[in-house]
């Protein structure tokens, strides 16, 4: 079974930056989209950024100019460059990886999700 791990996670103050990084434990036929969700209290999740097999990038408004998504060539680590944080950023943020375990099995993982909180 895929899991991902996460880590990155933290305090920090407004206006500061963080790095989120998420591994694959295990190489996969085909991945499709690596990407962050949040979550914050209260809240349903929602899509932060997303890169696809072709490098396309997708992103939430509330993130754009602000948040930079990547991945690593060999598409086992996903990263979440994340600068000039705001309050509105804190959530406990989830790496999700779509794609092929075999040439038949497509299936959408998710990490553990890691806590970001910016304090004002």
């Known amino acids: 079974q895929v899991q991902l791990v996460e880590s990155g996670g933290g305090l920090v103050q407004a206006g500061g930056s963080r790095t989120l990084s998420c591994v694959v434990s295990?190489?996969?036929?085909?991945?499709?989209?690596m990407g962050w969700y949040r979550q914050a209290p209260g809240q349903q999740r929602e899509l932060v950024a997303t890169?696809?097999?072709?490098?396309?990038?997708n992103y939430a408004d509330s993130v754009k100019g602000r948040f930079t998504v990547s991945r690593d060539s060999a598409w086992t680590t996903v990263f979440l460059q994340m600068n000039s944080l705001k309050p509105e950023d804190t959530a406990v943020y989830y790496c999700?990886?779509?794609?092929?375990?075999?040439?038949?099995?497509?299936?959408?993982?998710w990490g553990q999700g890691t806590q970001v909180t910016v304090s004002s």
């Open positions: 295990q190489s996969m036929y085909a991945v499709i989209a």
């Open positions: 999700n990886v779509q794609g092929y375990t075999t040439v038949t099995d497509h299936d959408s993982f």
């Open positions: 890169i696809n097999r072709g490098g396309a990038t």
